[in-house]
């Protein structure tokens, strides 16, 4: 009788076991999802005449669409994360480009025009999910390019 007692424990133990791993091991796996759209700039560190290059990325099934105003917004971390301050857009803020579906674009912005600063920097890049060119442009979500930082 003690010996089925003694396997009856020690495969409960094996179960408990298994379970407590099989929970671990999808707990640390939750957070761990493809990026559906990766925004990335080509380097880390950009000197203030230099040309900021950007690439996107779209994992997702539909198109990811950006603005005809703004189609970024260049920020910098001064404790928070700040945009740049930019004039009133005059003209209809519509969609202007999309990223289709497993493509990917590119795009440069010369860092002298913008009067940036040295410091931390990133953009913000609002974005439309699913629009069409020349809707009216909404932001559905905002994507975040790696931090990058800007020398004099």
Known sequence: MSEKIEKLRVLVYALLIFTFLGGVFLYSNS???KELVKTFTEKKRYSATEELKVEIKNNMEESVCFSSCYPYFMQSEEGIWSNYLYPQCEKKNLVENCIEPNDT???GIL???MFVKPALHRLA???CIGCIVGDQFR???ILYTNEFEIKK
């Open 105 to 107: 674009k590119a795009f």
């Open 111 to 113: 860092l002298n025009e």
């Open 139 to 141: 932001v559905d979500k």
């Open 31 to 33: 957070g761990k999802e």
């Open 125 to 127: 890049i609002p974005a």
